[in-house]
Structure formats: structure tokens, C-alpha cells
């Protein structure tokens, strides 16, 4: 029996009074105040001119290509080391993905390795947050710069996240947000692209609503896609952004529990960069290897405690198999990596519980 899970969504504040009201008002579907609110109140919050609310994470990625015109013939270069649904975003749009490998210390995409991988057919970087630490926004801007390509951000995994002082997401030309419910804010399902460019929000907002032409009833211009996220998740996802700070500041307390807890234990914490806001979506660990990985998740499950293993690399998948490509720092943090329970809600005692499992495990 699971006692600590992996993720629980914290709905305390007044996700229940807008839903009603939203019921109340029969304005259910993709049409309503919440919507518009939650799309000007989450860009005030990124600090980002426009934001356009859909059905899904993988769906604002998708989204967010089709925006920049992406398409066959063109590459995308991503991580690896990254949730399959970046690098499946691109393969939706006929482009091709070009993975690069990640650094120790962060985990986060090689600029080193982004600039040997450019061919004549490179449009774009996307730029993956992975567990919450930003990308090294300022070197991938600048080869995006110096290259003429696009940067596309992936803040699936770090809303509340800071670089250099500014929150992800408003570097790029274009970025996309998940509000899954393990998210550090949820709708349910949901997501949000944003973006400076009005051309790019304009695009994106008509292709989201089956390509209908403003003004002119049921008249379609452009093959689109039914890609709206409803008033009810709206409504969600508003009462969850009023509380961001809260569950921004706990999640940096409890990965700061987990260090003091752990300190001494013969495992690896994720790095903190320089000038960075770490969100902390997830704490996530390494063990010596992956036979310890195991044994530990197994450990922690015999007592309650739900875990989740760091993602497979891209390129590791049948689907993108590269039998001749080797990525060093993708595959070991693949094989060493463990989430650990990492929502608001757990208390100081709840981490220092699961913290006296794991160093159990050592002790046995």
C-alpha cells in the first residue's frame, strides 16, 4: 500500500468555488471568463505579452511548431535526455529531431553539443527545462542568434523556474507549459503556449480553433486543430496560479529537507546553476548505478514510498533508434536517476521519513 506518493495536487484554495461558478454559468466548454483570465493572468505571471490555453503539454509543443512553421525537410535539435513527448512534438510536424547530449552537473542540454550537431537544415533549439533547472539560456540564445534559428522552450517541467532573473519561458521565440496533474500547477490536462510575437500568437490562436476565420461563421482557411482547453480546466488553473508562490516555495523547501536529511548518503542531487531559480518539479537523485537505482526503488515501495526512474533517452527508443550513437551523460543519468515524492503538500516529517528509508537501504 502506497502511504507517500509519487505527486498529489494540492486543490485547497478555490479551484472548487470557480468550478462551480463555471457550472453554474453553463459556459463548460472552450468558451468563458476563466479562459480569458487564466490566459492574461499566466502571462502577466511569465511576463510574456500573449497565451494561448490548450488541451495538453505535448499539444502547446505541437502547437507552438506548427506556429513557427515548421515542417519536413527542417531539424529540430533537443535533448535526448528528455519526456518523449518534446521529441515526438517534432516528429508531428515531418520535421526531423537531432538529439544532443546533456551536462553532469544539471543535466541540462550541451550548448557544446548543439553547435556540433547544425546542418544547412537546422531551423530550431528546443530548449527542455528538465525537472525544473533551466536550460543555459543565454548560450542557446546566442547560437540561435548567431544561426537565425528559432529557440522554442519546453517549461513542461519548470513553471516558476528563473534564469538569470526572468522566468522560463520568455526567452524564447515561443515556449510551451504543461498543467498535467503532477505539475507544480495543474488544470487536469491542460497547457499554455506564450510568446512575444503577436504574429506567432496570432497563428497559434487560429490554428488551435479549427482554422475559423474570424468573423465569417464556420468558414475555415487553413487545415486546423481542435486544440482548446475548456473554461472548467481554466478554471483550475487559475485558482492553482493565485497559490504558485506558495507551491514554488515549498517544493525549494522540501528538496532543501531532502539535502539536510540525506547529507552523507552515497547518492547525487541534481545541481543548482549559478543564478538560476530551481523549481524543483520533481527531487530527483542519482544512485552509484543502476543496480543500486533499483534496489533502492524496490526498497522504498516495500515501505510506501512511491518513486518513478528518470526518463530513457530519446534515442535509445525504437521509434528514434541510433544503433551507432552514443550520448554518455544521457545514458547514466537514465540509468542512476529516482524521483522522489516532491508535492506541496508533504511536511518536514514526511521527508525526513522517506529521507531515514533510503539511508536505510545502505544501512541493511
Not at 512553421?69 to 516528429?91: C, D, H, R, Y
Not at 482557411?221 to 473554461?231: A, H, I, K, L, Q
Request: proline letters at 5%; one cysteine or more; a neutral charge.
Amino acid at each position: 500500500m502506497i502511504k507517500i506518493p509519487l505527486y498529489k495536487p494540492s486543490l485547497d484554495g478555490n479551484e472548487r468555488r470557480y468550478v462551480l461558478e463555471c457550472l453554474d454559468s453553463t459556459w463548460i466548454s472552450s468558451k468563458g471568463r476563466f479562459i480569458r483570465d487564466f490566459e492574461s493572468s499566466f502571462a502577466r505571471s511569465i511576463g510574456v505579452e500573449h497565451a494561448v490555453a490548450v488541451c495538453n503539454g505535448t499539444i502547446a509543443l505541437h502547437l507552438a511548431l506548427l506556429a513557427l512553421g515548421l515542417g519536413p525537410g527542417q531539424e529540430v535539435i533537443v535533448p535526448t535526455f528528455t519526456f518523449v513527448a518534446s521529441v515526438n512534438s517534432i516528429s508531428y510536424t515531418g520535421a526531423r529531431p537531432v538529439f544532443v547530449d546533456s551536462v553532469p552537473d544539471t543535466w541540462q542540454m550541451d550548448p557544446a553539443e548543439v553547435k556540433k550537431k547544425i546542418t544547412p537544415r537546422t531551423r530550431a533549439i528546443m530548449a527542455v527545462h528538465l525537472y525544473g533547472h533551466p536550460c543555459p539560456l543565454d548560450a542557446l540564445a546566442e547560437i540561435a542568434d548567431e544561426n537565425r534559428f528559432r529557440l522554442i522552450e519546453d517549461c513542461a517541467e519548470a513553471f516558476g523556474s528563473k534564469f538569470a532573473g526572468r522566468p522560463v519561458g520568455s526567452f524564447g521565440h515561443i515556449a510551451a507549459f504543461s498543467f498535467f496533474g503532477n505539475k507544480t500547477i495543474t488544470t487536469g490536462e491542460g497547457g499554455m503556449v506564450v510568446t512575444n510575437d503577436r504574429a506567432l500568437y496570432e497563428t497559434a490562436s487560429h490554428l488551435k480553433g479549427q482554422g475559423l476565420v474570424a468573423g465569417r461563421e464556420y468558414w475555415h482557411d487553413v487545415v486546423g486543430y481542435n486544440y482548446r482547453m475548456t473554461n472548467i480546466c481554466a478554471a483550475i488553473g487559475l485558482a492553482q496560479l493565485e497559490r504558485c508562490n506558495e507551491f514554488i516555495a515549498k517544493k525549494r523547501q522540501i528538496a532543501e529537507w531532502y539535502k539536510e536529511f540525506l547529507r552523507g548518503a552515497p547518492i547525487v542531487f541534481q545541481k543548482e546553476g549559478k543564478d538560476i531559480v530551481h523549481s524543483y518539479w520533481m527531487v530527483t537523485i542519482l544512485a552509484e548505478d543502476q543496480t543500486q537505482r533499483d534496489g533502492l526503488r524496490s526498497f522504498l515501495v516495500q515501505a510506501g514510498i512511491e518513486t518513478r526512474p528518470t526518463f530513457f533517452p530519446a534515442h535509445t527508443m525504437p521509434m528514434y533508434l541510433e544503433k551507432n550513437s552514443s550520448y554518455p551523460v544521457a545514458e547514466d543519468l537514465s540509468r542512476r536517476g529516482i524521483n522522489l515524492p516532491s508535492w506541496p503538500g508533504l511536511t518536514r516529517d514526511d521527508i525526513r521519513a522517506v529521507s531515514e528509508t533510503i539511508l536505510k537501504y545502505w544501512k541493511r
